[in-house]
């Protein structure tokens, strides 16, 4: 690999009709940049040099064009398309709004293209070939994203809220109007994901990937036009306890599945004809992206904590020879590992130092048992095992979303504070994904309560085994975790010694009223309705209720361009810290949400983050007792640039 050309970010995406050529999401100094890679020759070349990265590219079916968005600081942007082999970007699809990105899809068969712009409250499907002009499809109020497009351009699939009345709308491109309606909601709840049009039926009736949730399950299923929605019900192979996701997967009925559970995942080859599937053969840890190439073979990103991620190569006909795409021996064979059903408040399981990560460090798991189940955490603790450097000072990186979860995976920042000196807590509270629909929706619309209770029970549990100690523990989070710190450190004030917030929600309904559509969908149905129709709830969700029981220190990092989590409801927040003298600092940074489109005003942010944690944490615990009497240490679980989650 040459010219500057570094690791990948995303799992390579295949032209659909020409397997030898393939777009790449690769770090090229520092930033996201699209890559062409010809895999005849093996040369990869940078297609962009987007000053803020791109995170978003496909590939023409025929390989001829590569696309991508070309977003603004706050999202804003449009589809550009250059050739494979370079040359000048111009617009994808002519007549086409700048607006957010609501979705891509091309049609192998025809080389039709659909997209989905989300302009002010509105989202617009437009439908065109490639260079030339589209034409608007429909249009609808609020958030919906092209998820799928039929070959010979025949339907147009679009997904909303996957609870929603119409969580999945296939559309008739060449009238514009709906041809039908699948809700996401039956009699007990539930679910609708949309995941794609079956390829290779080119005159049959199209059909469309769907994941349904039903009775605290999740199943793989799909509709077929005029019969509607067809499974193999409760009790088969393609019924999941927790989160999947899939693809189609060859001719056939057959798909690609991922499945989440307990931070780390698996990949299962699925029959919906016959109700079975086959589990592939991939080293213990998570998948974070997979795709399949036009040869059948699945090309995975792979990793696990303190081993950065790496690509494999699986062959499904012949699960035996899975191979890395970078390491020609074959991949350990995943060790299976059970978590329920333990007895006792909790349980931890340690595997020592783990592969590529600080020499010396711990890594272990812990289960901490509560009334309404058990809270998962990966706990990372800095090298020696000598009595004398227990306990150690404490950072919890707490996720976002709140609907994804920290993982068995590499993380950068657990790294660097474990070398530190720190011990690091990754949480999965309630709401996180992975461990059912009850963990991720059972908390009775009590939005940051609930998850700052599984916090506070991990606090204890740490304290309890020796691991941390009160007067030395603080929180650090991005986005939806930043929005927890922040609840946190009013809420809880005796518990955290120090709080480091990037891109929060300081005040919810203000939020609410500035952000997207998307999340805007995303808060109904965390709260059960608007600020209007349960204002009670955003009051207590809020962190600005709780302001005047902060008692810092605090650390707010944010970007005047940020979209998803604004800026003047955290300006307003300081102002509130300002009036009351709370120890604070503050740092505002550009590249809107994404941490990827600022990489050096992150680093910095985060160099000073941590330098901040440490002149907090590292008083002697008496000291910190009498500077905050009667404050009880503690820690929180933080990470993952995983914002405030859109459908």
Same mark, same amino acid.
């Given at each position: #690999?040459? !010219? ?8 390579? =995406? ?31 070349? @940078? ?42 970007? +111009? ?9 957010? #990105? ?12 659909? &997209? ?27 958030? *919906?994203? %092209? ?31 709906? %041809? ?11 679910? &609708? ?25 999740? /199943? ?45 995942? +698996? ?54 020879? =899975? ?32 592969? !590529? ?16 189940? @058990? ?22 990186? %707490? ?25 690091? &807590? ?6 996180? /994904? ?25 606090? !204890? ?16 989070? $991005? =986005? ?8 946190? #450190?009013?809420?809880?004030? +005796? ?5 480091? *917030?990037?891109?929060? %929600? ?5 939020? $609410? ?19 209007? @129709? &349960? ?15 902060? +008692? ?56 000073? #983050? ?5 002149? *907090? ?27 405030? =989650?859109?459908?």
């Amino acid at each position: #690999m040459s !010219g500057g050309i570094g690791t990948a970010v995303h799992v390579p =995406s295949f032209a659909a009709r020409d397997g030898r050529r393939a777009v790449e999401t690769r770090y090229v100094d520092g930033l996201p940049q699209i890559v062409a890679w010809d895999l005849t020759t093996g040369q990869r070349r @940078q297609a962009t040099t987007a000053p803020l990265g791109v995170e978003t590219a496909a590939i023409e079916p025929d390989g001829h064009g590569l696309w991508w968005f070309d977003a603004a600081p706050g999202g804003q942007g449009r589809w550009l398309r250059g050739p494979f082999g370079g040359g000048h970007p +111009r617009p994808a699809l002519d007549g086409v709004p700048a607006g957010r #990105m609501h979705g891509l899809a091309f049609d192998p068969r025809s080389g039709l293209a659909a &997209v989905g712009v989300g302009v002010a409250d509105r989202s617009r499907y437009y439908l065109g070939r490639p260079g030339e002009r589209a034409r608007l499809v429909a249009e609808e109020p609020g958030y *919906a994203a %092209v998820v799928g497009l039929a070959p010979g351009g025949r339907l147009l699939a679009t997904a909303g809220c996957p609870a929603g009345e119409a969580a999945v709308r296939p559309w008739s491109p060449a009238s514009g109007v709906l %041809v039908d309606a699948i809700p996401g909601a039956a009699g007990d709840g539930g679910a &609708v994901w949309a995941l794609g049009f079956r390829p290779d039926l080119t005159t049959a009736r199209p059909e469309l990937l769907l994941v349904l949730e039903r009775a605290g399950r999740y /199943t793989l299923a799909f509709w077929r036009q005029g019969e509607g929605i067809r499974t193999h019900g409760p009790g088969s192979a393609l019924d999941f306890d927790t989160e999947i996701t899939a693809c189609w997967y060859g001719p056939g009925r057959t798909a690609l599945v991922q499945q989440d559970r307990a931070g780390r995942s +698996r990949l299962l080859r699925a029959d919906l004809d016959r109700g079975t599937t086959t589990v592939l053969p991939t080293p213990e840890g998570t998948i974070i992206d997979f795709s399949c190439a036009p040869d059948r073979t699945v090309h995975c990103l792979w990793s696990r904590d303190g081993e950065p991620p790496r690509p494999l190569i699986c062959h499904p006909e012949s699960p035996e020879n =899975s191979e890395s795409a970078e390491h020609p021996e074959p991949p350990e064979r995943p060790a299976r590992s059970g978590h329920s059903g333990h007895s006792g408040r909790s349980t931890t399981a340690s595997r020592g130092t783990a592969p !590529g990560g600080t020499t010396g460090s711990r890594r272990r798991e812990l289960w901490t048992r509560r009334p309404y189940g @058990q809270i998962h955490s990966f706990v990372a603790t800095p090298p020696g095992r000598r009595a004398g450097h227990r306990p150690w000072p404490t950072v919890f990186l %707490v996720h976002g979303g709140p609907h994804t979860h920290d993982r068995d995976a590499y993380d950068a920042r657990t790294e660097a504070l474990v070398r530190a000196g720190f011990a690091v &807590v990754r949480t999965n509270y309630r709401g996180s /994904t992975g461990y059912g629909p009850r963990w991720r929706d059972d908390f009775g619309h009590r939005v940051g309560l609930a998850q700052l209770e599984d916090l506070a029970a991990v606090r !204890g549990h740490l304290i309890d085994a020796g691991v941390s100690e009160p007067g030395r523990t603080g929180l650090c989070g $991005y =986005s939806w975790g930043g929005y927890l710190t922040l609840l946190a #450190m009013g809420v809880q004030p +005796r518990l955290w010694d120090v709080g480091l *917030a990037v891109a929060p %929600v300081a005040d919810y309904t203000a939020a $609410y009223r500035a952000t997207t559509p998307a999340l805007r969908e995303v808060d109904d149905r965390l709260f059960g309705g608007t600020p209007e @129709q &349960v204002p009670h709830r955003y009051r207590a969700a809020c962190p600005t209720t709780y302001v005047g029981r902060v +008692r810092g220190p605090l650390f707010l990092a944010a970007s005047a361009d940020d979209e998803k989590c604004p800026p003047e409801q955290i300006e307003r927040y300081l102002a509130a810290l300002r009036r009351r003298d709370v120890p604070h600092r503050v740092r505002w940074l550009g590249g809107g949400h994404d941490v990827g489109r600022d990489p050096a005003g992150h680093a910095a942010a985060w160099a000073a #983050m941590v330098r901040y944690a440490d002149d *907090a944490l590292r008083a002697s615990p008496g000291t910190a007792d009498r500077r905050n009497s009667g404050r009880t240490g503690s820690h929180h679980p933080v990470h993952h640039p995983e914002e405030r =989650s859109t459908p």
